[in-house]
């Protein structure tokens, strides 16, 4: 398995167009990573949760941290 298809298979973009050049996955994947991490910040700003670490775990993990981020319950604030 090569570069390029690995990179499809963990982004999705593989299941929406799998002849894709590699050029255009690389940043349409970028694009798609960064907008997983501008996600997961505003996610985690809401729950109550470390947006730094949402943020990276957003720009490197992309769909896979966003839907995590989504599924965790909102934590309490301190009193």
Request: charged share 15%.
């Amino acid at each position: 398995m090569d570069f390029p298809t690995i990179l499809g298979y963990f982004s999705g973009l593989y299941f929406i167009k799998a002849d894709m050049e590699v050029y255009t996955l690389l940043r349409t994947a970028l694009l798609i990573h960064i907008l997983d991490a501008c996600l997961c910040r505003l996610i985690a700003a809401n729950s109550n949760r470390n947006k730094n670490l949402w943020t990276l775990s957003g720009l490197v993990l992309g769909i896979w941290a966003l839907g995590t981020l989504c599924l965790l319950p909102a934590r309490r604030e301190k009193p």
